[in-house]
């Protein structure tokens, strides 16, 4: 499910001021997502905060992807 990387995150605020109804700051300064995008304005308004986060630390509702440049050869190599 789309989420914010907690480990990742600056805690700059632009996501949740771009989507203040899917994202919000938590008490650690960290954003999260509490709501999932379900309309498409919703995803919309998702992937303009996604794309405009300086440090990458949103991703969207594929939790299986691997991120990691290996992960992505054997994913080929296996299809
Ligand atoms: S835009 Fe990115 S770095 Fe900034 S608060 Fe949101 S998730 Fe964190």
Request: net charge negative; glycine share 6%; charged share 30%.
């Amino acid at each position: 499910m789309a989420k914010v990387h907690k480990d990742v995150c600056i805690g700059c605020g632009t996501c949740c001021a771009l989507a203040a109804h899917l994202f919000r700051m938590g008490e650690d300064g960290k954003a999260e997502c509490y709501k999932q995008p379900e309309t498409p304005e919703e995803m919309a308004a998702f992937e303009d905060a996604m794309n405009s986060c300086p440090v990458g630390a949103i991703t969207p509702e594929v939790d299986e992807v691997a991120t990691d440049a290996s992960d992505d050869e054997d994913l080929k190599m296996a299809a």
